[in-house]
């Protein structure tokens, strides 16, 4: 006998004589509550009873509550239609389709829905999707609605400015916003969300909360007997205030995110998979907002994005010591240096035995030395050479400045981004992602990227050049391109004033064929 949890049940290829089913309710994340086993699954765990290779028959049992008796005989005994729910997800199904660019005008939007499961149930049984029989058979092939179905959510997307959608001539096309909600599988209602509550300035506390207004978290339900615990995880594990308050869904999202981040943990069942789930869905969404802002060349906002999305996937703040995402570092040893405000940099300055004494620790001082000098970062300088008096040259050379290890780094790069910003306009000009590989951090080998720039009159104090880790907190550097000794070229000189003189006649030519062409004389 064999007793196994859902994940066996439904994963494994396992044969079996008899199989029981204890217990017909489930916890769903995704819904915040728990839901019916449905019959697909009831079918497919029986499935494994009386297999024919193995055995001649089979017995499947279901041990459930007497209410949900005669649903589960009903559904074991009949057989009722699946009917499609593809018309609910259509926004979202039509943006990757037109991001991908199998769908560039509405003729083509008509053609693939065609192809769908929703197009083969609504010939079938047009009443479920508020199709009268008369539409049918005035319209066999459904071309009309479809249409419609099409047009209403290319308006939607082109609202949200994730297409554009030209009705006079039905164009589709993507926009950047709509390729990184594809990308990212961010749903439309969260694209919407964040249209309305994003501002060129946001501080962290505002980013957080946004995030908790996502779509993805709107099934959960905050319940009486979580609210002694989530105001627990307030005062033990929020480092910023909580906007909506424990009592709305995403003032709970809030709580249970910031607790991930300082890695608490939560006792209730529920709270535990609520949890499970925000995080999973906040990562992605994270970093999507950071697409969204580095798109929109806001320098300010796409740093804070760019932290705030390491901050979910390392379960530490920002403004804890770097080495608390070391995997090599015990956290007591890191608690020790952040009392003595030990920086990553003064830590680089001193040796391993230095720094042993100072965190009363001889031995563990060259492992924290070490530590130190895995965090990746990189040393860079610019060089300029203008191109004419508006665009700018640069050359980048870039150094790793870090001691690779394959424990601790993998086998393959790190990952940068690097941009141009202009600190007095908050704008950005240029941005790129970097992979430093291997081979070159251990060679200690110099890289250089070439771009080009935009630059205006009056010339601004300075730009300045970011190189920021795409996976470690901490991990910045910067150098600034200074405009003060930059000589542009000349303007070009502008062209010569049209001189009153008096025409030639024809006749100068001294050639009758040549003045023929002419019709003046």
């Given at each position: 006998?064999?007793?196994?949890?859902?994940?066996?049940?439904?994963g494994?290829?396992?044969p079996?004589?008899?199989?029981?089913?204890k217990?017909?309710e489930?916890y769903?994340?995704?819904?915040?509550s728990?839901?019916?086993?449905?019959?697909?699954d009831?079918?497919?765990?029986f499935?494994?009873?009386?297999?024919p290779?193995?055995?001649?028959s089979?017995?499947?049992?279901i041990?459930?509550?007497?209410?949900?008796l005669?649903?589960?005989?009903?559904?074991?005994?009949?057989?009722?239609?699946?009917?499609?729910?593809?018309?609910?997800?259509?926004?979202?199904?039509l943006?990757?389709?037109?991001?991908?660019?199998?769908v560039?005008?509405?003729?083509?939007?008509?053609?693939w829905?065609?192809?769908?499961y929703l197009?083969?149930?609504?010939?079938?049984?047009?009443?479920?999707?508020?199709?009268?029989?008369?539409e049918?058979r005035?319209?066999?092939?459904?071309?009309?609605?479809?249409?419609q179905?099409?047009?209403?959510?290319?308006?939607?997307l082109?609202?949200?400015?994730?297409?554009?959608?030209?009705?006079?001539?039905?164009?589709?096309?993507?926009?950047?916003?709509?390729?990184?909600?594809s990308?990212?599988?961010?749903k439309?209602?969260?694209?919407?969300?964040?249209?309305?509550?994003?501002?060129?300035?946001?501080?962290?506390?505002d980013?957080l909360?946004?995030?908790?207004?996502?779509?993805?978290?709107?099934?959960?339900k905050?319940?009486?007997?979580?609210?002694?615990?989530?105001?627990?995880?307030?005062m033990?594990?929020?480092?910023?205030?909580?906007?909506?308050?424990?009592?709305?869904v995403?003032?709970?999202?809030?709580?249970?995110?910031?607790?991930?981040?300082?890695?608490?943990?939560?006792?209730?069942?529920?709270?535990?998979?609520?949890?499970?789930?925000?995080?999973t869905?906040?990562?992605?969404?994270?970093?999507?907002?950071?697409?969204?802002?580095?798109?929109?060349?806001?320098?300010?906002?796409?740093?804070?994005?760019?932290?705030f999305?390491?901050?979910?996937?390392k379960?530490?703040?920002?403004?804890?010591h770097?080495?608390?995402q070391?995997?090599?570092?015990?956290?007591?040893?890191?608690?020790?240096?952040?009392?003595r405000?030990?920086?990553?940099?003064k830590?680089?300055e001193?040796?391993?035995?230095?720094?042993?004494?100072?965190i009363?620790?001889?031995?563990?001082?060259h492992?924290?030395?070490?530590?130190?000098?895995?965090i990746?970062?990189?040393e860079?300088e610019?060089?300029t050479q203008?191109?004419?008096?508006?665009?700018?040259?640069?050359?980048?050379?870039?150094?790793?400045d870090?001691?690779?290890t394959?424990k601790?780094h993998?086998k393959?790069?790190?990952?940068?981004w690097?941009?141009v910003?202009?600190?007095?306009?908050?704008h950005?000009?240029?941005?790129e992602?970097?992979?430093?590989?291997?081979?070159?951090?251990?060679?200690?080998?110099?890289?250089?990227?070439v771009?080009?720039?935009?630059?205006?009159?009056p010339?601004?104090?300075?730009?300045?050049?970011?190189a920021?880790?795409?996976?470690?907190?901490?991990?910045?550097?910067s150098c600034?391109?200074?405009?003060?000794?930059?000589i542009?070229?000349e303007?070009?000189?502008?062209?010569?004033?049209?001189?009153?003189?008096?025409?030639?006649?024809?006749?100068?030519?001294?050639?009758?064929?040549?003045?023929?062409?002419?019709?003046?004389?």
């Amino acid at each position: 006998m064999l007793v196994c949890t859902a994940t066996l049940a439904w994963g494994v290829n396992l044969p079996a004589h008899a199989v029981f089913i204890k217990g017909t309710e489930i916890y769903d994340a995704k819904r915040g509550s728990f839901v019916d086993v449905g019959i697909l699954d009831v079918l497919q765990i029986f499935g494994r009873a009386g297999r024919p290779q193995f055995d001649k028959s089979g017995h499947g049992t279901i041990i459930t509550s007497h209410d949900k008796l005669a649903h589960y005989l009903s559904l074991l005994t009949n057989q009722f239609p699946i009917e499609s729910n593809f018309i609910g997800h259509m926004t979202d199904n039509l943006n990757a389709e037109i991001t991908l660019g199998t769908v560039t005008n509405m003729e083509e939007a008509v053609t693939w829905l065609s192809y769908s499961y929703l197009y083969v149930r609504m010939r079938k049984n047009p009443q479920v999707y508020g199709i009268k029989y008369q539409e049918l058979r005035d319209d066999p092939t459904l071309e009309e609605k479809r249409r419609q179905i099409i047009t209403d959510a290319a308006r939607r997307l082109d609202k949200a400015r994730m297409i554009r959608f030209d009705e006079s001539n039905g164009y589709l096309s993507s926009t950047d916003l709509g390729r990184t909600a594809s990308h990212f599988y961010i749903k439309y209602d969260t694209v919407e969300v964040f249209n309305d509550l994003m501002k060129n300035f946001m501080n962290e506390s505002d980013i957080l909360a946004m995030v908790s207004q996502a779509q993805e978290f709107e099934q959960l339900k905050v319940r009486e007997d979580e609210m002694d615990e989530l105001e627990e995880a307030v005062m033990e594990y929020c480092e910023l205030p909580v906007q909506g308050g424990k009592e709305n869904v995403h003032g709970k999202v809030n709580i249970l995110l910031q607790s991930h981040i300082s890695r608490g943990r939560m006792r209730g069942f529920s709270l535990i998979s609520d949890m499970t789930y925000i995080t999973t869905n906040a990562s992605r969404i994270a970093r999507a907002l950071f697409e969204i802002v580095l798109r929109k060349n806001l320098p300010l906002l796409a740093g804070r994005m760019l932290r705030f999305a390491k901050t979910i996937e390392k379960q530490m703040w920002d403004f804890e010591h770097p080495l608390r995402q070391h995997p090599l570092i015990k956290q007591e040893l890191v608690s020790k240096l952040e009392n003595r405000n030990f920086t990553l940099e003064k830590l680089r300055e001193l040796d391993g035995k230095e720094i042993g004494h100072l965190i009363h620790h001889v031995n563990a001082g060259h492992n924290v030395k070490r530590a130190a000098e895995e965090i990746p970062l990189v040393e860079i300088e610019a060089t300029t050479q203008p191109i004419s008096r508006t665009v700018l040259r640069v050359r980048l050379t870039v150094r790793a400045d870090f001691r690779w290890t394959d424990k601790v780094h993998g086998k393959t790069a790190e990952p940068f981004w690097i941009w141009v910003e202009d600190p007095d306009n908050d704008h950005m000009y240029h941005h790129e992602y970097f992979l430093l590989t291997r081979k070159q951090v251990i060679s200690k080998e110099a890289q250089e990227i070439v771009f080009t720039i935009p630059i205006f009159e009056p010339l601004p104090n300075q730009y300045l050049v970011r190189a920021i880790s795409d996976r470690w907190i901490g991990s910045e550097s910067s150098c600034a391109i200074s405009f003060k000794h930059l000589i542009l070229p000349e303007r070009h000189p502008p062209h010569t004033e049209l001189l009153d003189l008096q025409p030639l006649p024809v006749t100068a030519l001294n050639e009758p064929k040549f003045e023929l062409l002419f019709k003046f004389s």
